[in-house]
């Protein structure tokens, strides 16, 4: 049986129909197209931004679709923050009529009623998008699809947080990125009083990436500051 490739769709909006409209483009085009075989489609719904943040903390997700009007910033602040925590994620408007002004940079938009082909030409790029998700630099090459790290010490599974944690600092290479940066991004507090557990992941993460974990040459704690990935 061939290995697929999960593709993870989360729907943001009141509308019940969209979720089963894709999956009916989807199922179409797989029956016609064998190189879909290699892909899985899941598609998760939210009906609050709330709800879809505990979502994206809680899987890897390929693209969001989000029901957006022309009121005035109607999702802009949220979309920002989607964009600032999760840039690998593509961010897809559904509107009835085209907005304006463009307000914020989405990858795609459709305008309800869907159209299957539109339906498909988006579930076609993410698919192309999704099936290499990885961030790479130096030795250090981080799938963020399966959340699996390979580095100086092989290959290693990582959870949530020491995921997020990697993903933050490998997408500021060769930056100091502040513990209140870290704290606000990856544990999404301002409660800075105690910042153990931050320590307490790094050194996690150091075993799993340094080839010796108490030299790091990689996961450079600059004190008094923060923490740089560096790729030599």
């Known amino acids: 049986m061939v290995a697929q490739t999960i593709i ?30 290699s892909f899985s489609l899941q598609t998760l719904w939210a009906t609050s931004q709330r709800r879809a943040m505990d979502v994206l903390r809680a899987h890897t997700v390929h693209a969001i679709l989000l029901l957006v009007d022309n009121r005035n910033q109607h999702r802009t602040r949220f979309c920002q923050d989607l964009r600032r925590r999760y840039p690998e994620l593509s961010i897809v408007a559904i509107c009835r009529e085209p907005l304006r002004p463009k307000r914020f940079g989405f990858d795609a938009e459709l305008q309800t009623p869907l159209r299957p082909m539109e339906i498909e030409a988006l579930l076609r790029s993410v698919c192309q998008g999704g099936a290499d998700m990885q961030l790479c630099i130096g030795p250090i090459h981080l799938n963020l699809a399966t959340r699996t790290v390979l580095g100086p010490r092989g290959r290693h599974q990582l959870p949530p947080k020491q995921c997020g944690l990697l993903r933050l600092l490998m997408n500021h290479a060769g930056e100091v990125v502040s513990r209140e940066t870290i704290m606000r991004i990856v544990w999404e507090t301002e409660y800075l009083v105690d910042t153990r557990t931050l320590d307490v992941h790094m050194r996690w993460l150091r075993e799993k990436i340094e080839p010796e974990p108490s030299h790091p040459v990689h996961l450079i704690t600059v004190r008094g500051q923060g923490y740089r990935l560096d790729a030599s």
Request: net charge neutral; glycine share 10%.
């Open 8 to 37: 993870r769709l989360l729907y943001l909006g009141r509308q019940r129909t969209v979720v089963p409209e894709i999956e009916t483009v989807w199922q179409n085009a797989c029956g016609g197209e064998p190189a879909l075989a």
